[in-house]
Nanobody, 121 residues
């Protein structure tokens, strides 16, 4: 089992920055991909950014060039650096780990509890 704990959310003015952290514990060696999702009130959860164990990243077009996903070099923590924040970035942000269970490629999703990000003046 993998346990995820997000932190770093809060309120910030438009144009500001926040860095979200996702600390993983448990069977972290099985994690193949780590993603950040967000869900705004009344909207579906959407993928914001992802990073594979090999370091390949992908971003939603709405956040590309503003957000950066990374993994800490010394611990099982992943980060989402968010710059030039806009009011439309307001949402609950969730980290999602995808574990590979066997050589056949079966996977399992793990989710954190979420952290609120509010961008407002």
């Amino acid at each position: 089992q993998v346990r995820l704990r997000e932190s770093g959310g809060g309120q910030v003015q438009p144009g500001g920055s926040l860095r979200l952290s996702c600390a993983a514990s448990g069977r972290v060696f099985n994690i193949n991909t780590m993603n950040w999702y967000r869900q705004a009130p009344g909207k579906q959860r959407e993928l914001v950014a992802g990073i594979t164990s090999g370091g390949r990243t992908n971003y939603a077009p709405s956040v590309e060039d503003r957000f950066t996903i990374s993994r800490g070099s010394a611990d099982n923590t992943w980060y989402l650096q968010m710059d030039s924040l806009k009011p439309e970035d307001t949402a609950v942000y969730y980290c999602n780990a995808i574990s590979v269970l066997n050589i056949e490629g079966a996977t399992r999703d793990h989710w954190g509890q979420g952290t609120q990000v509010t961008v407002s003046s």
